[in-house]
């Protein structure tokens, strides 16, 4: 894209996924603007048809499609920061004040607390589930990786993220999106695992936080997290952590789901 001076890029593979380069992009490389599936009916991809086909092609409204998505990126720390306190336990007190307010003309107060004491309240974030990628390119590279298994040979899969050229395996990938998420979001240990939720992994969880990494292996060598002193993340409430060293190509592309989400560039080769 630098090398034209264009704003925009696409790249067709089992999604669209537009590209932006323009005068918004405060990044050093092109950043993900657009992730477009292939289905009937999807809204993603009745706006790429609108903004791309020749007969309705306006700049305009691209650079407009450009700048709603650097909106939403600019609106997401303080969403998170909001979300953080709105599901934090002194906002539970709050709420119980609320209904204590409410309710207080109908019945007495007494009646009131003891209710409350039998309920708990407590607001919590939606998980959004991560599924897999179900085209058919997919489908290929599992029925590929079982020929591979079949034949004792591992899936070589390497995954660059955001552009930067570097070929990771499959952990690293993961514990290099981790990063990344922090870098952007700066968020507190309880929120990131709502964010990377244990299921994406499957047994070990995505992220646990170093102290119980050491105690539940104090005895084993391999601690199955990346423990080197440099692959140790610190959330913003200061909760050192470590990122699960244990992915296949199956679970890995709950995070490769997951970062497109986020809006990372993730490239499998």
Same mark, same amino acid.
């Given at each position: =894209?630098?090398?034209?001076?264009?704003?925009?890029?696409?790249?067709?593979?089992?999604?669209?996924?537009?590209?932006?380069?323009?005068?918004? %992009?405060? $990044?050093?490389?092109?950043?993900?603007?657009?992730?477009?599936?292939?289905?009937?009916?999807?809204?993603?991809?009745?706006?790429? @048809?609108?903004?791309?086909?020749?007969?309705?092609?306006?700049?305009?409204?691209?650079?407009?499609? +450009?700048?709603?998505?650097?909106?939403?990126?600019?609106?997401?720390? *303080?969403?998170? $920061?909001?979300?953080?306190?709105?599901? !934090? +336990?002194?906002? #539970?007190?709050?709420?119980?004040?609320?209904? *204590?307010?409410?309710? !207080?003309?109908?019945?007495?107060?007494?009646?009131?607390?003891?209710?409350?004491?039998?309920?708990?309240?407590?607001? #919590?974030?939606?998980?959004? $589930?991560? =599924?897999?990628?179900?085209?058919?390119?997919?489908?290929?590279?599992?029925?590929?990786?079982?020929?591979?298994? !079949?034949?004792?040979?591992?899936?070589? &899969? /390497?995954?660059?993220?955001?552009?930067?050229?570097?070929?990771? +395996? *499959? %952990?690293?990938?993961?514990?290099?999106?981790?990063?990344?998420?922090?870098?952007?979001?700066? #968020?507190?240990?309880?929120?990131?695992?709502?964010?990377?939720?244990?299921?994406?992994?499957? !047994?070990?969880?995505?992220?646990?936080?170093?102290?119980? @990494?050491?105690? /539940?292996?104090?005895?084993?060598?391999? /601690?199955?997290?990346?423990?080197?002193? %440099?692959?140790?993340?610190? #959330?913003?409430?200061?909760?050192?952590?470590?990122?699960? &060293?244990?992915?296949?190509?199956?679970? @890995?592309? %709950?995070?490769?789901?997951?970062?497109?989400? =986020?809006?990372?560039?993730?490239?499998?080769?």
């Amino acid at each position: =894209m630098r090398q034209f001076k264009l704003p925009f890029g696409l790249l067709i593979g089992p999604q669209i996924q537009v590209f932006y380069d323009g005068h918004l %992009n405060p $990044e050093d490389n092109a950043v993900l603007i657009g992730n477009i599936e292939f289905k009937r009916g999807s809204t993603e991809g009745e706006k790429f @048809v609108q903004l791309f086909s020749k007969e309705n092609f306006n700049l305009q409204e691209l650079h407009d499609y +450009a700048e709603a998505h650097f909106n939403l990126i600019k609106r997401k720390p *303080k969403v998170q $920061e909001l979300t953080q306190k709105i599901t !934090s +336990a002194d906002f #539970s007190d709050q709420i119980a004040a609320l209904i *204590k307010n409410h309710l !207080s003309e109908e019945y007495e107060s007494a009646v009131i607390d003891d209710a409350l004491q039998n309920i708990q309240i407590r607001l #919590s974030p939606r998980k959004n $589930e991560v =599924m897999l990628n179900p085209f058919p390119a997919t489908k290929i590279r599992k029925k590929a990786k079982q020929t591979q298994k !079949s034949n004792g040979h591992h899936d070589s &899969t /390497k995954y660059i993220l955001n552009g930067n050229g570097i070929h990771l +395996a *499959k %952990n690293r990938f993961v514990l290099e999106c981790v990063r990344e998420y922090i870098k952007r979001f700066p #968020s507190d240990f309880n929120h990131l695992k709502e964010v990377f939720y244990d299921d994406l992994q499957g !047994s070990t969880g995505v992220i646990n936080s170093l102290d119980f @990494v050491q105690n /539940k292996y104090a005895h084993i060598n391999r /601690k199955r997290h990346f423990v080197k002193e %440099n692959d140790v993340l610190t #959330s913003a409430d200061n909760v050192q952590f470590v990122v699960s &060293t244990e992915w296949s190509f199956d679970n @890995v592309q %709950n995070i490769v789901r997951t970062a497109r989400e =986020m809006g990372f560039q993730v490239e499998e080769v």
